[in-house]
């Protein structure tokens, strides 16, 4: 198994840009997908692979990827962008997406 | 327009079992590889159990390996999780999801509560 670091919690003000960071020695050899959960919701896909968006998620979304480090950037964070977010990975033999962040609650001021 | 709705959830006494299946509809669910995550309340997301297509291949987080049998029935559309001797600790909210290369949907969750 590995394991992906976030940090617990960023903010940042209406229309500002934020980056939430995704650290683990899987993002060497694997994409992070990232996911947004708001509350008593289920979680929902934003970026995936190098940097990609489902149909329906704003384009003010994106990611990258450099080394350890995978991260999400929010360009003019709107109120309801905030949400936990969750990064996820395969483990380290690639076999399974088994990894988790254990997610960044993001404040939008 | 892809669905997954798990059932089976609910109030379970320590060392209990109980049996969670998702019905998956809105796509040819015998293709794609399946996930149970879970969610501790007020926690992040942990996951639980992989089943490939085919259901020939599994995997477990060490959490809940021996007690935890995760199944599915390409013919019913269904996924399952058995999950025994219950403990305190998998009090959680339980997602099936859909890998696509990454987990792409995700159904809304049944709630698991073990409490005497």
């Known amino acids: 198994s590995s394991e992906l670091t976030q940090d617990p919690a960023v903010s940042v003000a209406l229309g500002q840009t934020v980056r939430i960071t995704c650290q683990g020695d899987?993002?060497?050899?694997?994409?992070a997908s990232w996911y947004q959960q708001k509350p008593g919701q289920a979680p929902v896909l934003v970026i995936y692979?190098?940097?990609n968006r489902p149909s329906g998620i704003p384009d003010r979304f994106s990611g990258s990827s450099s080394g350890n480090t995978a991260s999400l950037t929010i360009t003019g964070a709107q109120a309801e962008d905030e949400a936990d977010y969750y990064c996820?990975?395969?483990?380290?033999?690639?076999?399974?997406?088994?990894?988790f962040g254990g997610g960044t609650k993001l404040t939008v001021l | 327009e892809v669905q997954l709705v798990e059932s089976g959830g609910g109030l379970v006494q320590p060392g209990g079992s109980l049996r969670l299946s998702c019905a998956a509809s809105g796509f040819t669910f015998s293709s794609y590889e399946m996930n149970w995550v879970r969610q501790a309340p007020g926690k992040g997301l942990e996951w639980v159990s992989y089943i490939s297509s085919s259901g020939s291949t599994i995997y477990y987080a060490d959490s809940v390996k021996g007690r935890f049998t995760i199944s599915r029935d390409n013919a019913k559309n269904s996924l399952y999780l058995q999950m025994n001797s219950l403990r305190a600790e998998d009090t959680a909210v339980y997602y099936c999801a859909r890998v696509a290369t990454i987990i792409d949907y995700w159904g809304q969750g049944t709630l698991v509560t073990v409490s005497s």
């Open positions: 692979g190098k940097n």
């Open positions: 996820n990975s395969r483990d380290s033999s690639g076999n399974h997406l088994g990894v």
């Open positions: 899987s993002l060497r050899s694997y994409y």
